[in-house]
């Protein structure tokens, strides 16, 4: 007898709306709150002597994460995070027109029943905590930039008040002493921790990356789960090639899936941008793949890639950049080969 019993659950900011098919027979839905007490309750009335219990919930950030740490920890009870993207199709697949609370949490249920089941490894405390700083400060970045864009704007236009210039001015100068604020505690954060300060070191000696581009890398990478391999590194950035071609007449350009963590992508655009501009390798890999004909961008999204195989290679090996194991460097002193033309060869 099948000793495993399903369970998903839908979270919100204030409630968890949990469907429970327990026994072969689906339980009406039940309604906890979404606090440190509602997610005790919700262990309790999943967990049950003899039986686990499969859970599943969708990657809603904040709001669901408090609770996947307290299911994980409860015995019996087996826990997974689905990418949102695949329970939208899942639900598609299943003809489902209406989107309510109700139908997500028998939806989930079902995902949890019927697809391939992979189990949610937590990362660490200090992981999440770095993460969660790196994240808060590329939006404080980005919230500066948009200031600044304004004040050039607001500098532009004499009709405008003084009073409006200054106050940007004083918003630029408060989300900068709170960006260096986080950017010194998370350089204290990572060197109170051996491994993601071995980490920093390794990832400050690639050329492209510095202080500003090694927290957000080290802290997206933390997340990943340590069993993961780089092909897998690739797909969780959504950096992977997605083909659409149908029979003889459907062939679209091969472009990047996208699905994956976006804030890992980011981290990676700006270091291969600096990347094919100061690094020898890397701008003779850039170099070579416009040679083929690839465009621009998809000649810098293939950095992007090769730096995560080479960060994936150098945390497993414990050392620092190699250029010539990413892509060596033609000698100069060689004959090019003649079938080359003057544009290759350079």
Known sequence: MDKT????IEISSEQLLVALRRDAQTLPLKSFPNTP???RAVAAYLARKGRVVRVCMESTG???LDLALRLHRQAGVEVMVANPRAVRHFAQARMQRSKTDPLDARMLLEFAARMEFQPWQPPSRTALHLCAMARRLAAITELCVAEKNRLHAARSAQALPAVIRQDLERSIAF?????????????KLIEADPVLRQRFEELDSIPGIAQTSAIPLLAELGMLSPDMDARQWVASAGLDPREYSSGRSVHKKVRISKTGNRHLRRALYMPALVAVQHDPHLRAFYQHLLARGKAKMQALVAV?????HAIFGMFKHNQTFDGNKVYPVPDPSCQPHPTFSTSEAA
């Open 175 to 187: 989300h900068q002493r709170a960006a260096a604020r986080l950017t010194r505690q998370a350089l």
């Open 62 to 64: 904040v709001y669901g």
């Open 37 to 39: 007490p509602g997610h």
């Open 5 to 8: 019993d399903h369970s998903g």
């Open 304 to 308: 992007m890639r090769k730096l995560l």
